[in-house]
């Protein structure tokens, strides 16, 4: 009896402080909203909760049907079902199929760099819900998910791979392993910004491998490659060729935003 007592006062006793420990938390959660009011990713206006007022929310342009389904380019009318774009035509990508959530414009550009370069990691699950949606399809018989990585340079002065939080998010909702260190950025190369489409190329040959004590983890497997922005497609080629000579069944990409011209690469 005297035990089932004591443990019984001990129970309330850490219920009590839980308790405690969570009004405190929302105190200070709350003297932290007065203190530094949340503002939106893409124009900075005071808002309730996370990511975007509704102005900008406005003016994000999601991505949907009709789009070339190799490379997820959106078309400006429906060319009937499994039409390929001009450039998926010319010039076949080695990933099979790549998807974005919305197109590359002022809104979404805030919140990318927002997340890249301003440490909002708060933006990452609502970006990986967003992404999780528009990659319904390779994402249902994917084996695992592959962050495209950052130089460990560039890793350790940025502190994290925006890559790998969306792919986080991402693994959260949709049930698919990341398969950590599969692959390996082996060359420090410049930032693509800027770059014309053949200088992104070249810039990225050689900049990617599979290392070989993370091979058992690509041989044979359905890959998706996560990263922020697709532009020129690149870095995704880059990734996708190497993962693909280290024995991968499939790659596939998704990313956040997608330049909706190909040819324009001036970001």
Known sequence: MGDGTAELASVASASRLKRAADAARTILRSALDLALPRLCAACRAPVEG??????????????????????????????GPGILSMEAIADPPAYNRARAAVRFDEVSRALVHALKYGDRLDLAPTMGRWLGHAGREVLADADALVPVPLH????????????????????????????????????????????????????????????????????????????????????????????????????????????????????
């Open 50 to 79: 996370q990511g975007l007022c509704p102005t900008c929310w406005s003016k994000l342009s999601f991505i949907s049907r009709p789009y070339c389904e190799r490379l997820g380019i959106p078309f400006v009318y429906d060319p």
């Open 152 to 267: 460990w340079r560039r890793n350790w002065a940025r502190r994290f791979n925006q890559s790998a939080m969306l792919a986080a998010s991402i693994s959260a909702t949709a049930g698919v392993p990341i398969a950590a260190g599969a692959l390996k950025r082996v060359k420090p190369t410049v930032q693509q910004v800027g770059l014309s489409r053949s200088e992104r190329a070249a810039n990225v040959q050689g900049a990617f491998r599979v290392p070989a004590e993370r091979k058992a983890a690509v041989v044979g497997r359905k890959l998706v490659l996560v990263d922020d922005v697709l532009t020129s497609g690149a870095t995704a080629e880059g990734c996708a060729r190497a993962l693909l000579r280290a024995g991968a069944a499939n790659v596939d990409v998704l990313v956040f935003a997608r330049v909706a011209d190909p040819v324009r690469t001036s970001i």
